[in-house]
């Protein structure tokens, strides 16, 4: 059973930082890019970062860009986001997920071209 398991979240002051997880299960996505996604109470789910299958691509939210990063490790099949200066903006639920095709040449930034989904980890920043 594919699954997609994300932690890390947590209340935060303002200004601080953390470091979100994801870790997949039962197949192997290193040849597939991987996304972190949120949503925030009565909003629609929203692109927040991206990462090529290589680890060489990535594309950001105007939100998130300068100030998160994400990475992957292919051996341990894991994709983490470090968000770094954290507004109360930022307070959702954050999900990981995989672009449903393999060996995209281009990172996808729209929901729809991804699949799996975890559960997400809350994530809430206070001011």
């Known amino acids: 059973q594919v699954q997609m398991v994300e932690s890390g979240g947590g209340l935060v002051q303002a200004g601080g930082s953390l470091r979100l997880s994801c870790a997949a299960s039962?197949?192997?996505?290193?040849?597939?890019?991987m996304g972190w996604f949120r949503q925030a109470p009565g909003k629609e789910r929203e692109f927040v970062a991206a990462?090529?299958?290589?680890?060489?691509?990535?594309e950001y939210a105007n939100s998130a860009k300068g100030r998160f990063t994400i990475s992957r490790d292919n051996a341990k099949n894991m994709v983490y986001l470090q968000m770094n200066t954290l507004k109360p903006e930022d307070t959702a639920v954050y999900y990981c997920?995989?672009?449903?095709?393999?060996?995209?040449?281009?990172?996808?930034?729209?929901?729809?071209?991804?699949?799996?989904w975890g559960q997400g980890t809350q994530v809430t920043v206070s001011s």
């Open positions: 039962g197949r192997s996505f290193s040849m597939n890019n």
């Open positions: 997920a995989a672009d449903r095709a393999a060996w995209r040449v281009v990172v996808l930034t729209t929901p729809g071209a991804y699949d799996y």
């Open positions: 990462i090529s299958w290589s680890g060489g691509s990535t």
